[in-house]
């Protein structure tokens, strides 16, 4: 690849951008178990696939760049800002960090990240109080954190589409909701009807327009005999 607006090789650059973003997600999510870790490290996966095409190697031009051009004439496919899939397909030609898709990716990013910082404080606080998560974000939706790397991801996916992470999207989307509902089995076995009943009160991924009317004072209940991971990232337990 000699063309002298070929953007990639910054192999560098790459590394750095994926260790950012994994290492800011380890910080809030902290996995513990071996669930945990296998979701976690599909995560980053999807991530270190994302920056190793947009600053290493374009595999998905490179893959479809016959089509590309024959379809799109007009667009230097081996310049770095062609990447941006979306917005050369829909005709957006001046820089594309401006474009509608990335504008609304970065939305999404920034609203995937702040649900998964959001829902870390009161998850702590109720591991320290040993009692269900209830407020902050889980007020809203039981799995913050799972729909925040949902979001993030979509996010990413529009910034800069890749076959490798179209494919590995809505693996890694099934794999959450499996999560969340093992770990729901396991906070139903805890804490019984006053889990139950903050399942009927709060949505699991969607937050409700309308608010629930509360529930019963016995969300608080105790559990000092067992230490609680809160509502929705609660850990199976250790054999």
């Given at each position: 690849?000699?063309?002298?607006?070929?953007?990639?090789?910054?192999?560098?650059?790459?590394?750095?951008?994926?260790?950012?973003?994994?290492?800011?997600?380890f910080?809030?999510?902290?996995?513990?178990?071996?669930?945990?870790?296998?979701?976690?490290?599909?995560?980053?996966?999807?991530?270190?696939?994302?920056?190793?095409?947009?600053?290493?190697?374009?595999?998905?031009?490179?893959v479809?760049?016959?089509?590309l051009?024959?379809?799109?004439?007009?667009?230097?496919?081996?310049?770095?800002?062609?990447g941006?899939?979306?917005?050369?397909?829909?005709?957006?030609?001046?820089?594309?960090?401006?474009?509608?898709?990335?504008?609304?990716?970065?939305?999404?990013?920034?609203?995937?990240?702040?649900?998964?910082?959001?829902?870390?404080?009161?998850?702590?606080?109720?591991?320290?109080?040993?009692?269900?998560a209830?407020?902050?974000?889980?007020?809203?939706?039981?799995h913050?954190?799972?729909?925040?790397?949902i979001?993030?991801?979509?996010?990413?996916?529009?910034?800069w589409?890749?076959?490798?992470?179209?494919?590995?999207?809505?693996v890694?989307?099934?794999?959450?909701?499996?999560?969340?509902?093992?770990?729901?089995?396991?906070?139903?076995?805890?804490?019984?009807?006053?889990?139950?009943?903050?399942?009927?009160?709060?949505?699991?991924?969607?937050?409700?327009?309308?608010?629930?009317?509360?529930?019963?004072?016995?969300?608080?209940?105790?559990?000092?005999?067992?230490?609680?991971?809160?509502?929705?990232?609660?850990?199976?337990?250790?054999?």
């Amino acid at each position: 690849m000699t063309h002298t607006d070929y953007g990639y090789g910054l192999w560098g650059l790459a590394l750095v951008n994926a260790a950012v973003f994994i290492l800011f997600a380890f910080s809030f999510f902290k996995p513990a178990t071996k669930r945990d870790w296998r979701s976690f490290g599909a995560f980053s996966a999807f991530i270190i696939a994302l920056f190793a095409e947009m600053y290493g190697f374009p595999l998905t031009i490179f893959v479809l760049s016959g089509w590309l051009q024959s379809h799109f004439p007009g667009i230097d496919w081996w310049s770095h800002d062609a990447g941006h899939l979306l917005e050369m397909m829909f005709g957006w030609r001046v820089n594309p960090h401006f474009g509608p898709f990335h504008i609304a990716s970065f939305v999404l990013i920034g609203a995937g990240f702040w649900l998964i910082s959001a829902g870390w404080a009161p998850l702590h606080a109720a591991q320290r109080a040993h009692k269900l998560a209830t407020t902050g974000i889980y007020a809203k939706v039981r799995h913050p954190q799972y729909v925040g790397f949902i979001l993030v991801m979509l996010g990413f996916l529009l910034q800069w589409p890749t076959l490798l992470t179209l494919a590995m999207f809505p693996v890694l989307v099934v794999m959450y909701f499996r999560l969340a509902w093992t770990e729901e089995k396991t906070a139903l076995a805890e804490f019984g009807e006053s889990y139950r009943d903050y399942m009927r009160r709060v949505p699991a991924f969607i937050p409700r327009c309308k608010r629930a009317p509360a529930g019963p004072a016995s969300l608080q209940v105790s559990a000092a005999d067992k230490p609680v991971r809160g509502v929705s990232e609660l850990d199976a337990p250790k054999r």
